[in-house]
């Protein structure tokens, strides 16, 4: 009976998920161009060799790595200060239509907001020079085709686009701490920043964890860069899934073996930061 | 999950000095501000007409208001109504094959016995963690090989095997909460397991199948690379891939901001109509589903 109830999601589940994964695996152990015609051929661990060596593997790491060191502290830092003036508002009317608007964003679909955004960052049409002409600070910038400016810019619309997420964690975080225990520390004398910083925040600790699981998949990013800036400008955009991705399919003969191999090493490293954070969150917990 | 009975605040056994107070609410709508300026822009340009929009410096606020640019959109882009139909065709139907699948095997995972179950369930569950898009050259193979490049199935298929994961997990989670005796009520006034799943379970497990429907809408309406990589012509294009057509290029005159933008606010419309109307399961969904890890 069991069975009967599981067998459309195995059915699924392994031709478009499992199946897939061993096949990539596959590919990344094998010649594989696509647009050839010839079928994959073995080749060992040739794809690992060249990746190991490929000097755009590190360059767009970095600029990964870049991005996430962008994205991920500037959005936690926004998405806790809102949980937290959100969980001192005494009104619950109030409160919901804060949590209402903030949370707003999350819910917009990703691929026109990135292209939103984009026309956000028109350097001459743009809401973004705008803002910064009608404040009279600054000259107009090239948001998307500044080198050195594409990348905080696109990690800006991420933390604009996701921060509810956080603060919604942030917030389930700082409801289940007792609030005896602020108030004893009060009565002891401590003040407001003491309290927050002694108590409040050691027991987000594991609020902290689910959020560091979330956002360290920020590594893969791939649509964003792709949409607004096609890796550009000069590569500056280029993040490592972008890379993968473009040997996939820019490249003249779609490398799918090669590229798979890029794959399997982002898949491998996205899985192993899930299970330490995972473990480090259980044996938190208990 | 959230504290029901929760105690007074801090702030009301020891009223503050009211300075504070308002720096709160000043920050929170400044915050509010933020997260809603990019949408009105969007809108106020959409609602504007052309000769308002390409001026220097363009009005923050339009002077009169119009609903060209909408009817302006299926001029420039004819097939633009087909990216629609594309749109919810898919989405739809791939929300609806999580939803159904989901709830089968939650309920499955929560309460039949029978052997694999723990060792499937993980299985399942584990490939939560992992990026989609390291499947997506093998799944352009696969599909391909299928012949299902650029029609329906070739994404909804993809999209339901790839949100079912997660989708598992919380049915799971919400058949294990409901209480025993209620089954073992009705199987003993003689309900066929198939009869207890479609008349007792089902029903009370909605407020989580409406979770999982809402948690698959969003990511699937908004998606781009399967999309974008597996379609290629308006048989099965969605109009998450087909917006590029209607990129603003000033220079031509032939695509405006105003067009643009107006195409954008309808895709941005039906996320925003689901998530005011079913607000406070979101609320409840991320409460839920984010911390029972």
Excluded at chain 1, 150 to 177: D, K, Q, R, Y
Excluded at chain 1, 207 to 215: G, P
Excluded at chain 2, 1 to 25: D, E, N, Y
Excluded at chain 2, 191 to 204: A, D, G, K, T
Aim: hydrophobic share 55%.
């Amino acid at each position: 009976m069991g069975y009967l109830f599981i067998a459309p999601l195995i059915g699924v589940f392994a031709a478009f998920v499992l199946y897939p994964l061993a096949l990539a695996v596959q590919f990344a152990f094998s010649r594989y161009q696509f647009l050839t015609g010839e079928p994959p051929r073995f080749t060992g661990l040739a794809n690992f060799e060249r990746w190991l060596t490929d000097e755009r593997m590190l360059e767009t790491f970095g600029v990964a790595v870049r991005y996430t060191l962008l994205y991920v502290p500037a959005s936690t830092l926004y998405a806790l200060i809102a949980a937290v003036l959100l969980d001192r508002v005494v009104s619950r009317r109030i409160s919901t239509v804060y949590r209402v608007l903030l949370y707003l964003p999350v819910v917009l679909p990703a691929s026109i907001t990135y292209h939103m955004w984009k026309w956000i960052y028109d350097p001459t049409w743009g809401l973004a020079n705008q803002l910064l002409a009608s404040a009279g600070v600054g000259s107009p910038q090239r948001w998307l085709t500044d080198p050195g400016l594409a990348l905080p810019s696109i990690a800006l619309m991420e933390v604009w686009h996701l921060m509810g997420v956080t603060m919604m964690l942030f917030l389930v975080g700082l409801n289940n701490i007792p609030r005896e225990l602020g108030e004893a520390a009060k009565v002891d004398g401590a003040g407001e920043w003491a309290v927050f910083r002694w108590v409040t925040l050691p027991l987000l600790r594991p609020i902290f964890m689910i959020v560091l699981v979330l956002r360290l998949q920020t590594l893969g990013v791939v649509t964003q860069p792709l949409i607004m800036t096609d890796g550009g400008p000069i590569r500056a955009t280029t993040t490592y899934g972008l890379q993968a991705y473009f040997i996939a399919f820019r490249d003249t003969v779609w490398n799918i073996g090669y590229a798979s191999t890029w794959f399997l090493m982002l898949g491998l490293c996205s899985a192993a930061i899930a299970f330490v954070a995972w473990r480090a969150m259980r044996a938190h917990v208990e | 999950m959230v504290a029901l009975a929760r105690p007074l605040p801090i702030s009301r056994l020891w009223p503050r000095p009211r300075p504070r107070t308002v720096t709160k609410h000043v920050l929170l709508a400044l915050a509010c501000v933020v997260s809603l300026a990019p949408f009105l822009w969007l809108t106020s340009i959409a609602l504007r007409p052309v000769a308002e929009t390409y001026v220097i410096p363009m009005p923050i606020l339009p002077r009169s208001l119009t609903l060209d640019n909408f009817v302006q959109m299926s001029a420039r882009v004819p097939q633009m109504a087909i990216y629609y139909r594309n749109s919810f065709g898919i989405t739809g139907a791939s929300v609806g094959a999580v939803v159904m699948i989901s709830c089968l095997a939650g309920y499955a995972f929560a309460r039949l016995r029978f052997p694999g179950r723990e060792l499937l369930f993980w299985l399942v569950v584990a490939t939560m963690f992992l990026p989609s898009m390291i499947a997506v050259p093998a799944l352009y193979t696969i599909l391909s090989t299928l012949d299902l490049l650029d029609t329906w199935a070739g994404l909804i298929l993809p999209y339901t095997g790839w949100y079912l994961p997660v989708s598992v997990f919380i049915m799971r989670g919400v058949f294990t909460t409901i209480p025993k005796e209620l089954e073992d009520a009705a199987r003993i006034d003689g309900c066929s397991p198939v009869q207890l799943f479609w008349r007792i379970m089902l029903p009370l497990g909605i407020s989580g199948a409406i979770v999982v429907a809402i948690f698959a809408f969003v990511p699937i309406w908004g998606e781009y690379l399967f999309s974008f990589t597996f379609t290629s012509t308006t048989n099965a294009m969605p109009m998450s891939v087909g917006i590029r057509f209607f990129e603003p290029t000033p220079a031509t005159g032939n695509y405006t901001f105003n067009v643009a933008t107006a195409a954008a606010l309808i895709m941005f419309l039906p996320s925003m109509l689901v998530y005011i109307a079913l607000q406070k399961w979101f609320t409840k969904g991320m409460l839920e589903g984010a911390l029972k890890f």
